[in-house]
Structure formats: C-alpha cells, structure tokens
C-alpha cells in the first residue's frame, strides 16, 4: 500500500508542469505522508506489533518513527528522513492536506510542506528496505494472484 502511494505520488508530480505547482501540491504531500506511514507500520508489524498497536500509532509520524527507532529497526539515510518527517507530520496528523485551504471558522491553517523530489530520494532507500523484510508476503500474494514471484527489489518508484 505505501509504495502505491509514492508511484501515486510521483505520477502527480511528473504529470504537473512546474516545478512550483509540484511543491505546493496537496495531493502529493497527502500520499507521501501515508507512504511514511505505510512504511513504518510494514516495518513494525513484523517486530510482534499487533493490528491494534499499528491503529493506535494512527496517523503519527513522529510516533511511528520513533518506535521504529525504539526497536532497532536502522533508517537508512535518517536525517533526510528526519526532515521529511518532521514537515509532513502536522499536515498528516490533523488531514489539513486533505481539507484545504483553511478551517470551518475561516482561519488558515498551519502546517508545512515538503519538497517532493527530496522527499522521494529519502524514501527510496525506505523503500528497498520495506520490500526485503516483507519479501516472503509479497511472493506469497503474487503466487495466490497467478503472478511471476519478484525477487529482486524492482527500485524506487520516483521520478
């Protein structure tokens, strides 16, 4: 589901035609902050996370990483996924890049934006990662659809 969200999200940034309508589209942060998300929980569950414990980190992404973090699980490239984090975390917890450009009463809200080509280059290595530790499942998934398994990591669906 979350690399459905970044090939999503790189879609929407190659089909707009300015550098300026990628970075304030609400759209691509709105999919970017559920692949983080995405990916965090995937690395989670198989650390004996439990369906309930991965609801309960809902939408947090500075919670979610922190317990990635509190399990030992090793982010590659971590500063630039700190950032990416970080800017995308309010917007995702409170859905304001879903409900936009202001509140009911008429006040703006606030939050932060990430660039999306550095949010993409900071989650391709989250990628390759997610994909081998749940290498097994996907394999499994593809043999019950009829599918050739996948055994090398295909790379990072971006730009």
Same mark, same amino acid.
């Given at each position: ?8 999200? =790189? ?5 707009? =035609? ?29 650390k ?15 919670? $979610? ?5 509190d399990?030992?699980? $090793? ?10 984090v ?5 917007g ?5 890049y879903?409900?936009?450009?202001s ?18 280059? $900071?989650?391709?290595?989250l990628d ?10 996907i394999?499994?998934?593809e ?8 055994t090398?990591?295909p790379?990072a669906?971006?730009?």
């Amino acid at each position: 589901m979350a690399r459905g969200n970044l090939i999503g999200a =790189s879609h929407i940034y190659r089909a707009l =035609s300015t550098e300026q309508e990628r970075n304030i589209n609400p759209c691509i942060q709105f999919l970017l902050g559920f692949t983080v998300e995405g990916y965090f929980k995937a690395l989670l569950a198989p650390k004996n996370y439990k369906l309930h414990q991965l609801i309960a980190i809902g939408h947090n992404l500075k919670k $979610a990483m922190q317990k990635a973090g509190d399990e030992g699980i $090793a982010l590659p490239g971590y500063p630039k996924l700190k950032f990416v984090v970080d800017n995308l975390a309010l917007g995702h917890l409170k859905h304001h890049y879903r409900y936009l450009p202001s509140n009911p009463d008429g006040s703006d809200k606030e939050f932060t934006m990430v660039y999306p080509s550095l949010a993409f280059e $900071a989650l391709a290595p989250l990628d390759e990662i997610v994909f081998k530790e749940i290498q097994a499942e996907i394999n499994a998934d593809e043999s019950r659809l009829g599918l050739p398994t996948t055994t090398n990591w295909p790379g990072a669906p971006i730009l």
